[in-house]
């Protein structure tokens, strides 16, 4: 079990806790760097929130849906994960890489491929959705979500290798996988929480179960389970 973090509009996020929205629409851009599914910022919640506020604000990435800036936090039962911090799942993308390379110079099309700077990850995505179909025609068991670690930003001080908005993200295409939900729609909430860390094994043991303003919704049946915008 893990604690994500999605960044959404308020009135999306109050409608998923008041149990209005129990199926929303799945991310399937072209671009999408872990895949198609739903996305969550993993154990970061001010990184939910400053995405949520720069899609309201029109920046990068925006699609004019975010009105006022909202997190949504969730207890995620990763599943049959593809853990892209580990040797065996990057072997995967490389036989991948090659299938989808070679389908398509048969037909002779052209591979997609990552975008300036590899923010927007058209070949990623398609690599990571060909693993998905080869799994799929194979018989073996589908992935309930990715997990991978993502470079952005500048560095955080000189000669660092760290970035400033580096950062390890889940897509989740199993929505049974996700929990729980419980809200956090102010940044002082955000820097006064994320750095807690409660056992996540239990649905209720949440960053936001103490606060007085907490809401948090048990989706633990299947018919329950929730999807989110990316």
């Not at 604000?57 to 006022?68: C, P, V, Y």
């Not at 989808?100 to 058209?122: F, I, S, V, Y």
């Amino acid at each position: 079990m893990v604690l994500g973090f999605h960044g959404c509009d308020q009135r999306l996020g109050e409608s998923v806790l008041a149990g209005r929205t129990t199926h929303l629409q799945k991310s399937e851009n072209i671009y999408d760097w872990l895949g198609h599914g739903v996305y969550f910022w993993d154990s970061s919640p001010q990184r939910a929130y400053e995405f949520a506020q720069e899609r309201a604000a029109g920046g990068r990435n925006s699609k004019g849906d975010i009105k006022t800036p909202f997190v949504l936090g969730a207890v995620i039962d990763l599943g049959c994960c593809l853990n892209l911090s580990d040797s065996s799942a990057l072997s995967q993308l490389k036989d991948a890489y090659q299938t989808l390379k070679d389908t398509l110079e048969t037909a002779g099309d052209w591979l997609p491929t990552n975008g300036q700077g590899k923010l927007r990850r058209a070949l990623d995505c398609a690599v990571i959705e060909t693993l998905h179909e080869i799994r799929k025609q194979l018989g073996e068991p589908a992935y309930d979500s990715v997990r991978g670690t993502f470079f952005e930003g500048q560095e955080i001080y000189p000669g660092a290798g760290f970035k400033s908005k580096g950062h390890t993200q889940i897509c989740v295409r199993n929505i049974q996988c996700i929990r729980a939900t419980s809200a956090l729609s102010k940044p002082d909430w955000i820097q006064s929480t994320h750095h807690r860390c409660p056992d996540p094994t239990l649905p209720l043991s949440h960053p936001f179960r103490n606060s007085p303003t907490s809401r948090i919704r048990n989706s633990a049946s299947p018919s329950q389970a929730l999807t989110s915008r990316s």
